[in-house]
């Protein structure tokens, strides 16, 4: 939010807050159930499989997610129906399920029942395990082999009942069998009992984590094996966890494992864990299932209330009133030398420390409710602090050691003393910008004293200084002084808008400029006393061409607060982070930010304060480009041909990444030559009625077409193609692809 609208704001912004979903969470998760297609609210089983569609597996069914919406399939022998436990992709890359109806096998457009495991009543989530060269599969009626190259029967390799398998990466195959946990290598079959640090189960769920560690879970125990050789033993924290069902620990593709339970989802790395429940944002429910994907996204499948895909856990935390930051809308930051950190909000000041790892936020009394809209932190710990106040008296200089207070008032009698922003230069003099020009407090002096400038009377929104000068922005402009010259730059000498919101200092010594409109930002830089400008809109990548707020972090990257999230320069691209990513709320507000040394970033928001931790990107493997569906006049087609009775086209296709909720579309109709235009929405596009359709994936490569038959009559109407799900992730390298319409040769 701007600076200049935020007195109008005030008095609607709680209302429109306490209803946000989100509010004060630590993280934030997307919710996906009816609306999306996925019918039923009871996830049992999820799944990633090797195309990168995510697999929820319900009490009405199995569904296949693809970015776009939820379909059902069928995984049915006969009457025989069951819901689908145990989802699995094994190394030759088929799928298989397993259920209450036995085994079945994905054909590529459903699921075919396996011969020979009518009676297999799989109903736990680790029935089904291979190697290189067989699929296992645990029953009531002992271990199943069947060869994945084919050339043979089942096997039965045991006939122990197991409920629940596991193929090490030694060659070991680990079973449940009655009670006690078994295992079969070389041929060998081996009982593992209390000499060995198993309790009696009986064992529901077998894994192998990315440490080679081994893991084995009961309704109501977790063991685990740090390497071969050593003896099992309990990992404390899970003691005693309560889940009705899907008793599971689940490998999240590195060294961490996830066990879901009835009061949220224990992440253990060895013998160290983290719980996380409703304090941590999940809902009230029993957690059934969860998965990372290949992009590093955890899913969680809940009991009656749908699936959750969190959002930026590596990166993003955020807080709000559950933390005690009883004010949402947050316009200031800062740090203090003890490590506590203060934060400036429309209801007044707030002070963080960090408690057991989570921080814990209780308002201070130093200007009670008043908004905050200057904060800064001397060397001794001292604050000055800036508001706006409709009966105050200037500016307050607060020590929270003593909590003394003392008011440094205007020169001048003020009726109502407002502040925008707070600086202390080197020097050690406080500069204040305020809606009627600029004032500072040289060190000795007890009062505000006017510093004459061409913008006075004009509103004042920010000041930077360097050993060049001092650089000041509000609604007429920019003052530089540099050295003994001085001037005010305007609309005619190259600014976008003479409202300048803020200025912020390069660390080449340029300056960056926002406007209170949407100019987007501006460059300048300085050779003596000559300069050039150079402009950024949307049009150059930025996400937004309303800019709050600019800053560089520690490595010199250069970010902004918008009213759609932040970016950060990277490579020569805009990355961009929204509430997809675990961004708190999109409208960030003026000055609102903290660039720490150790790289975190603090954002500030109308609806809450996040923290930002850079983390390297996993390597993810490149998502696949799909058409989903084509309707020929709303009827599913078969073939790539269509007659001149065509006169409706739909077409969905979409792209196998879940990063990002929020994507753009890029879409050309006619030649080559034609323009590409971008919407965020659901859109039509009509053509002529001789066409040709091609879909680009990712680096251009192209991925599928559609062509009209040559020679048939040209239709009354002219084509209408609709599309509804074409992403392409901005500023990324290579991400989406491109619908092209272009006329045949």
């Not at 996830?258 to 224990?266: E, F």
């Not at 013998?271 to 429940?277: A, L, P, Q, S, V």
């Not at 060397?379 to 602090?385: A, K, T």
């Not at 480009?625 to 020929?632: D, G, K, P, S």
Request: charged content about 20%.
């Amino acid at each position: 939010m701007s600076t200049s609208g935020r007195r109008i704001a005030h008095a609607g912004l709680l209302c429109l807050l306490c209803t946000a979903p989100v509010c004060a969470q630590h993280w934030s998760f997307q919710i996906y159930g009816p609306e999306q297609g996925l019918t039923n609210s009871n996830i049992l089983a999820l799944h990633q499989d090797r195309q990168g569609f995510i697999w929820a597996s319900t009490e009405g069914g199995l569904f296949r997610y693809d970015g776009d919406r939820f379909r059902f399939f069928r995984a049915e022998r006969d009457a025989n129906k069951g819901n689908v436990f145990s989802i699995y992709d094994s190394a030759d890359g088929q799928l298989w399920v397993g259920s209450a109806a036995g085994l079945f096998r994905w054909n590529g457009r459903g699921f075919t029942a396996v011969p020979g495991f009518e009676d297999a009543d799989l109903r736990d989530a680790q029935a089904i395990g291979a190697d290189a060269r067989n699929l296992y599969v645990a029953t009531e009626q002992g271990v199943r082999a069947l060869p994945l190259g084919g050339g043979g029967g089942i096997r039965v390799i045991s006939s122990k009942p197991s409920s629940a398998l596991a193929a090490a990466s030694d060659g070991t195959l680990w079973f449940s069998c009655g009670n006690l946990l078994c295992s079969i290598r070389d041929g060998r079959e081996q009982q593992w009992g209390e000499t060995s640090g198993v309790w009696p189960g009986p064992w529901r769920s077998i894994l192998e984590d990315g440490k080679k560690r081994l893991w084995i879970r009961s309704a109501e125990t977790v063991l685990t094996r740090d390497a071969e050789g050593s003896r099992f033993h309990e990992i404390v924290a899970a003691r005693r966890l309560n889940s009705t069902r899907g008793v599971t620990v689940v490998a999240d593709g590195s060294r961490e494992v996830m066990i879901p339970h009835a009061g949220g989802l224990l992440i253990c790395d060895g013998d160290r864990c983290t719980n996380y429940g409703p304090e941590s944002g999940l809902r009230k429910a029993e957690v059934y299932s969860a998965i990372r994907d290949r992009e590093g996204s955890l899913w969680l499948g809940y009991s009656g209330h749908g699936l959750a895909h969190w959002l930026g856990r590596e990166q993003w935390q955020n807080y709000g009133e559950e933390e005690g930051l009883a004010n949402p809308a947050v316009w200031r930051i800062v740090r203090d030398p003890s490590g506590d950190l203060w934060v400036g909000t429309n209801g007044g000041l707030f002070r963080g420390r960090q408690q057991n790892g989570h921080w814990r936020f209780r308002r201070s009394g130093a200007v009670g409710k008043l908004p905050v809209y200057g904060l800064v932190a001397e060397p001794n710990g001292s604050l000055w602090i800036g508001t706006f106040q409709r009966g105050g008296r200037g500016l307050l200089r607060y020590s929270p050691r003593t909590g003394k207070k003392l008011i440094f008032p205007t020169a001048a009698a003020t009726a109502g003393f407002r502040v925008n922003e707070v600086r202390r230069d080197d020097a050690g003099t406080i500069w204040v910008a305020t809606p009627t020009g600029l004032l500072r407090l040289v060190p000795g002096s007890t009062k505000l004293e006017p510093f004459p400038l061409p913008l006075d009377g004009a509103h004042i929104t920010d000041i930077k200084f360097d050993h060049h000068g001092l650089f000041v922005s509000g609604k007429k402009g920019l003052y530089v002084q540099r050295g003994s010259r001085s001037r005010l730059l305007t609309l005619v000498d190259g600014l976008k808008d003479t409202f300048v919101e803020s200025v912020t200092l390069g660390p080449d010594g340029e300056l960056w400029l926002a406007y209170a409109t949407p100019c987007g930002i501006t460059r300048i830089d300085f050779t003596g006393d000559r300069y050039r400008m150079r402009h950024f809109t949307t049009d150059d990548g930025l996400p937004s061409n309303v800019v709050y707020s600019q800053f560089f972090d520690v490595r010199g990257r250069h970010w902004l607060g918008t009213d759609n999230g932040v970016a950060v320069l990277e490579g020569g691209r805009w990355t961009t982070y929204d509430t997809s990513d675990g961004l708190v709320w999109n409208d960030t507000n003026a000055h609102a930010f903290l660039a720490e040394p150790d790289g975190v970033i603090w954002i500030g928001t109308s609806n809450g304060l996040s923290r930002f931790w850079p983390v390297a990107r996993r390597e993810a493997v490149p998502p696949d480009t799909l058409i989903t569906e084509v309707l020929r006049n709303d009827r599913p087609v078969e073939g790539r041909e269509f007659d001149s009775m065509t006169h409706l086209l739909t077409l969905r296709f979409t792209m196998l990444s879940y990063a990002r909720q929020s994507m753009k579309f890029r879409y050309r109709v006619g030649t080559g030559s034609s323009p590409w235009m971008e919407t965020r929405a659901r859109g039509a596009l009509r053509g002529a009625s001789a066409w040709r359709l091609s879909l680009r994936g990712p680096r251009g490569s192209p991925i599928g077409s559609l062509e009209p038959v040559r020679g048939t009559a040209v239709p009354a109407e002219p084509t209408l193609v609709s599309f509804l799900a074409v992403p392409r992730q901005c500023g990324s390298a290579g991400g989406g692809f491109n619908l092209d319409l272009v006329a045949p040769p």
